[in-house]
């Protein structure tokens, strides 16, 4: 306890004394009128052979998502703008049907499962203030959520540094199996309650003409509920509900640089080092190439990712005895994940579709391919479509 | 740690002269962005959030059955 305070302290020292020396663009706004769209579609596909979550012991953690998302943004006035996004996802995952099938009384089928996600707020700037606001709600089979965020920034020396604070909170409402002791007679527990608050500070500070860095420090605490729906764990080769503290508190400190090597291509450099109550400590580093391809502004990135997170306290492949808490979730244990990807970025002269000019017309194409050590991999491919009218 | 506590210090020392409106061409840029990709970002974040336990530093810190 006494090491996490001390490294709370170090944070908010270094990020004190980083705040009253450095200074960070605000968004730009549209043209008052205008209306940018884009739509972004992801189709994700995952497997592994190691989730000691899964119910019948098989380790399947197979799953498919496609996810289709719509961001608008419309500038009503010179100074505001209103924003809205909806998000859609329809899944089938291999650890869902397995319990499914392996709970004979979990009422209709969970085999493939669909979320809808809508979120609407707005953004106002006022000299060199910047104020923002939205939310949102999400509601799928086992889990429904009401959330909203507000965020400020101010720019400070001629626009060079930026200083940021946000605030979000999510009360979620979630459905989980408590008791598998009897498996076909189980039944889904419904309205249990999950509420997080996370906050951030973001700055941003321009170095040259041909560098930026920003910094960011995330504090997020998560009550409630915190187990999730699928996940059982084996206690000397009998399966149970997984059972987590009901609170926890988190904490990341970020950072991002980039820096021009030359008029047409740039570096990306990230790192990021998260740690937690239930005695997770993680590194992050991601470098991304970014090349410009035409004076039409088309580019290219490239990019590697490297993590590692040390396991969660509470994790065992598997218990001889019954613990207080205990989980197997694969996504808890210690492991380093690599993960490379490449992203597309074309741009169109301004089209004309149904009568309708479309400015800043833009395709981009992404693929990512991830894997971590205790066996799980994805890969995605995200297609999106942006324009202006 | 050594690494952000090396990028403050660097930052203190380099000093931070401020860059006029007109010399910022470069990081106007779309390749330049502090995030070139903010909409994918959404989703990629979700998927860290999900196959990792550590969230914060990005949009992604709530929500979704597989976030604890």
């Known amino acids: ?389 | 740690m050594k690494l952000i506590a090396s990028l403050l210090l660097g930052v203190l020392f380099t000093g931070c002269a401020n860059v006029n409106q007109i010399d910022r061409g470069q990081l106007a840029k779309k390749f330049m962005q502090l995030d070139p990709h903010p909409q994918e970002s959404v989703f990629r974040n979700e998927v860290h959030s999900f196959r990792e336990s550590a969230i914060g530093g990005n949009s992604a810190v709530g929500g979704g059955c597989g976030c604890n």
Do not use: C
């Open chain 1, 1 to 389: 306890m006494d090491v996490t305070k001390n490294r709370i302290k170090f944070l908010l020292l270094s990020l004190t004394s980083f705040f009253t020396l450095i200074q960070n663009t605000l968004a730009e706004m549209m043209e008052k009128g205008k209306t940018k769209v884009t739509s972004v579609f992801n189709f994700y596909h995952q497997n592994s052979n190691n989730g000691g979550q899964v119910i019948d012991n098989s380790g399947r953690e197979e799953d498919h998502v496609v996810e289709p998302m719509i961001f608008i943004e419309h500038q009503i006035t010179e100074d505001t703008a209103v924003t809205g996004q909806i998000t859609f996802d329809a899944w089938t995952a291999a650890s869902d049907s397995k319990l499914d099938s392996n709970t004979g009384a979990s009422g209709e089928s969970i085999k493939t499962q669909a979320r809808i996600a809508a979120n609407l707020g707005a953004r106002q700037e006022k000299g060199k203030w910047s104020y923002g606001a939205n939310f949102g709600f999400s509601t799928e089979y086992d889990y429904q959520s009401i959330n909203g965020a507000i965020n400020v920034s101010r720019s400070f020396a001629q626009d060079n540094f930026t200083l940021g604070f946000g605030l979000q909170y999510y009360m979620d409402e979630l459905s989980a199996f408590r008791d598998i002791s009897n498996p076909q007679a189980a039944k889904i527990e419904t309205g249990l309650q999950r509420k997080i608050l996370a906050s951030s500070i973001t700055a941003s500070q321009i170095l040259s003409p041909i560098d930026i860095i920003q910094f960011d420090f995330t504090f997020a605490r998560s009550s409630g509920f915190l187990e999730s729906t699928a996940n059982t764990v084996n206690i000397g080769g009998v399966r149970a509900v997984e059972q987590l503290p009901d609170s926890r508190s988190r904490y990341a400190l970020s950072t991002k640089y980039v820096r021009a090597l030359s008029d047409i291509s740039a570096i990306n450099l990230s790192y990021r080092y998260y740690f937690d109550q239930w005695n997770v400590d993680s590194h992050t580093t991601r470098l991304a190439y970014l090349l410009e391809l035409n004076d039409n502004e088309d580019f290219i990135e490239t990019f590697v990712r490297h993590s590692y997170q040390s396991q969660v306290r509470y994790f065992a492949d598997q218990f001889d005895t019954a613990q207080t808490f205990m989980t197997s979730d694969s996504d808890m244990n210690r492991f380093n994940s690599y993960e490379t990807g490449i992203y597309l970025n074309h741009n169109y002269d301004d089209q004309k579709l149904f009568g309708v000019e479309l400015e800043n017309f833009s395709w981009n194409h992404g693929f990512v391919y991830y894997m971590r050590t205790n066996g799980l991999r994805n890969g995605y491919y995200q297609t999106s479509v942006s324009f202006e009218f």
